[in-house]
């Protein structure tokens, strides 16, 4: 059963434009919300994250977008650089303690072409 | 510099043989984590550790061993009983279990042929 489903698969938009990735969760119990970003051979960092106490988070040209009520939170990246070209993931997790893990979705490979 | 490695970036072993990943950290990080990434499947947990000389089965366990003798280090042993052990592994970290932010080594590709 997968618990954050991620979508599209891949995405392929010109300089300058507006990605858009969305993810959706079932667990009513998940309270952070990061995106990490991945390069090819290398291991993913985060990127930006956001709780459910707030419905946008803006890092520079990424935004995150929160809707609690429908259970679907998304990233933006702004004005797309060829240099953003990676495989983005979102992911969930529930509250601190010993359950505490992250949730992936299966991940988003974005082409930004020149 | 603070981080974490992972070695060596390629493996390749022979179907049958165990084999060890390692991964050490210099974060002073008491959670470590192991993951598993394949092609269109995201990242799912192997194990996951929360402090020295504890740690627990995550979504994927079957197959994999681990130990946590150092804070420090958190290897992972991939067994012969792994069937499909060829994948991308990635060893992770955070301050403390709970603690939100992971932070992740560069992986290894294991290739089993």
């Known amino acids: 059963q997968q618990q954050v489903k991620q979508s599209p698969q891949s995405l392929i938009v010109q300089k300058g434009g507006i990605s858009i990735i969305n993810c959706a969760y079932e667990?009513?119990?998940?309270?952070?919300f990061p995106w990490y970003q991945q390069f090819p051979g290398k291991g993913p960092a985060l990127l930006i994250a956001?709780?459910?106490?707030?419905s946008e988070k803006k890092e520079g040209r990424f935004t995150i977008s929160f809707n609690k009520s429908a259970k679907q939170f998304s990233l933006h990246i702004m004005d797309s650089q060829p240099g953003d070209s990676a495989t983005y993931f979102c992911?969930?997790?529930?509250?601190?303690?010993?359950?505490?893990?992250?949730?992936f979705g299966k991940g988003t490979l974005l082409t930004v072409n020149p | 510099d603070g981080g974490i490695t992972q070695s060596p970036k390629y493996l390749f072993r022979k179907e049958g043989q165990n084999v060890t990943l390692s991964c050490e950290q210099n974060?002073?990080?008491?959670?470590m984590y192991w993951y598993r990434q394949d092609p269109g499947q995201g990242l799912r947990l192997i194990y996951y550790?929360?402090?020295?000389?504890?740690?627990q089965k995550g979504d994927i366990a079957e197959g994999y061993s681990v130990s946590r003798e150092k804070k420090e280090s958190f290897p992972l042993t991939v067994t012969s009983a792994q069937k499909n052990p060829t994948a991308f592994y990635l060893c992770?970290?955070?301050?403390?279990?709970?603690?939100?932010?992971?932070?992740f080594g560069p992986g290894t590709r294991l290739t089993v042929t």
């Open positions: 550790s929360q402090i020295v000389n504890d740690f």
């Open positions: 956001i709780r459910p106490d707030v």
């Open positions: 992770a970290s955070s301050i403390r279990q709970g603690s939100y932010e992971q932070y």
């Open positions: 974060l002073n990080h008491d959670a």
């Open positions: 992911a969930a997790s529930t509250g601190g303690g010993s359950n505490y893990k992250l949730t």
């Open positions: 667990n009513t119990a998940f309270d952070y």
